[in-house]
């Protein structure tokens, strides 16, 4: 049976704008502006989106950030609403963590919401227990521009 969509990880000019509308819906993106988004995937080494085969509508996206050897960061793990519960997150995670770029760095590592461990636990993703911690620099810092 043919899957509901088509991995991809080049995105087309014409995904883009679409994939803004999708990130923009996320928590995590809702002050930032498209041009921002867009930037920020465009810089990314690792993308991978999941395609309505039809039309080409952004179902699934995400990214990671990577040395390819010692650290990668997977990012913007989002799953367009109506689509969610019909398993493109699986399909989704399956192809960033198999994805050349991703698929034999020593740490991956991602951010999610609590309630989301159990969802990425299936693919070990666990809490840090070495004692690390995150630390950020906050947007409007002296000399940081958001």
Known sequence: MTPPYKIVHTLEPGHYADLARLLTTAWWQRNRARPQIIEAVRNSGCVVALLAPDTGKVLAFARALTDRVAKALVLDVIVDMPCQGAGLGTALMDAILAH????DVR????????EMRPFYARWGFTESSDGVVL???PAGWPGVQD
Do not use: T
């Open 100 to 103: 050349p770029a991703v698929r």
């Open 107 to 114: 740490d991956v590592e991602l951010y999610c919401l609590p």
């Open 135 to 137: 630390l950020r620099r």
